[in-house]
């Protein structure tokens, strides 16, 4: 069972003799950011309790940056490991799960560890595994995603607070160091790991990397996982040779350090956008039709492009509608908009 300290935390520790309280965590970078506010509020009302976030691989380091966390545990991929995981977990005494994602897997380990209290929403052939079933609500569905989570956790609802991220001073040294250059930067973010629905044209992603260019005296990067190096490649070369693509080169927690030292980061509807604007950066983001007041960033300084009157908090992978909602935000509107917001700092 690989546990990571969440050593960024700046609060007093938990007692280990604690109640402990086992958060199952969503499975995409934007949903996870998603619901940091919520579990914010948690710890807020019950800052006695030892939190342990259960969480797949690809997103534990995030989970370090959190305050919040006291514990960090891998969710294993096999079977197997998750029976060990779920018979390890029966011996810690946990008072209570909540599963934020809504599959069938997710309630798997906290039912097979005997937690007495299991809580999330209904659906997926899972109702039998939980103690306390959150009921669908019509008017959740059109708040944003965050408050979902609130009302998971049994809280109130409230105002809705910003992520909070906490980045090291070796962190950002590292950032700087994998540019070259000392900060601000402006960040694109090209990609999207939902699928085409999500991406606005990367000719248009190299027109406004002109014009940035051309107007402003910041470096360009190109920013991204390993899946979109090449994306972010080709992007880089079309704008020009100074610009820089460190897209796959970098771990997510020194994403995010490279994220909060830019002037601008111009991002699709992607875990990306949610990441950049958790830790305070200046975002423009490009939404297809996708309702940014269910899922958009929350942070203070977001400039959102939409031009669609369609907006569903659900779409396909690859969507012709959405595809043409993106072409229709042209290089020039973006462009404005980037000034502006540059204009701010």
């Not at 959740?140 to 607070?161: D, F, N, T």
Request: glycine content about 8%; charged content about 15%.
């Amino acid at each position: 069972m690989p546990v990571y300290p969440a050593s960024a935390s700046a609060k007093p520790a938990a007692q280990p003799d604690a109640p402990g309280i086992l958060l199952v965590g969503l499975n995409w970078l934007g949903d996870s950011i998603m619901s940091m506010p919520a579990i914010q509020a948690y710890r807020q009302a019950h800052p006695e309790q030892r939190l342990l976030m259960l969480v797949k691989a690809k997103l534990a380091a995030l989970w370090t940056l959190h305050a919040a966390i006291d514990e960090i545990i891998v969710l294993p991929e096999s079977s197997g490991g998750m029976l060990r995981l779920a018979r390890q977990l029966a011996g810690r005494q946990l008072a209570t799960g909540f599963i934020l994602p809504n599959s069938f897997r997710a309630a798997l380990v906290p039912f097979l560890a005997r937690i007495p209290e299991r809580h999330g929403l209904p659906g997926h052939w899972r109702d039998w595994m939980l103690t306390r079933i959150m009921p669908r609500s019509t008017t959740l569905a059109a708040e944003h995603q965050s408050h979902e989570y609130l009302a998971l956790l049994g809280l109130a609802p409230a105002r809705v607070p910003e992520p909070r991220l906490t980045l090291t001073a070796a962190l950002r040294q590292r950032a700087v160091s994998h540019l070259g250059a000392p900060p601000p930067w402006i960040a694109l973010m090209p990609g999207a790991a939902y699928g085409p629905a999500k991406r606005w044209p990367a000719e248009h992603f190299i027109s406004l990397g002109r014009m940035l260019n051309a107007t402003q005296n910041y470096p360009i990067v190109l920013l991204g996982s390993a899946a979109e190096r090449d994306l972010c490649r080709g992007i880089a070369q079309g704008i020009g040779p100074a610009t820089l693509n460190l897209a796959g080169q970098t771990s997510l927690p020194e994403l995010a350090a490279l994220l909060e030292q830019c002037a601008l980061v111009v991002a699709n509807d992607s875990g990306g956008m949610h990441l950049a604007a958790a830790v305070g950066a200046p975002v423009l983001a490009f939404f297809g039709i996708t309702n940014p007041r269910q899922t958009g960033p929350l942070g203070a300084q977001v400039r959102i492009l939409q031009n669609s009157s369609q907006q569903s908090r659900y779409i396909r992978r690859s969507s012709p509608q959405a595809t043409l909602s993106l072409i229709g935000i042209r290089p020039e509107q973006a462009w404005e908009a980037a000034r502006e917001l540059l204009a701010k700092r």
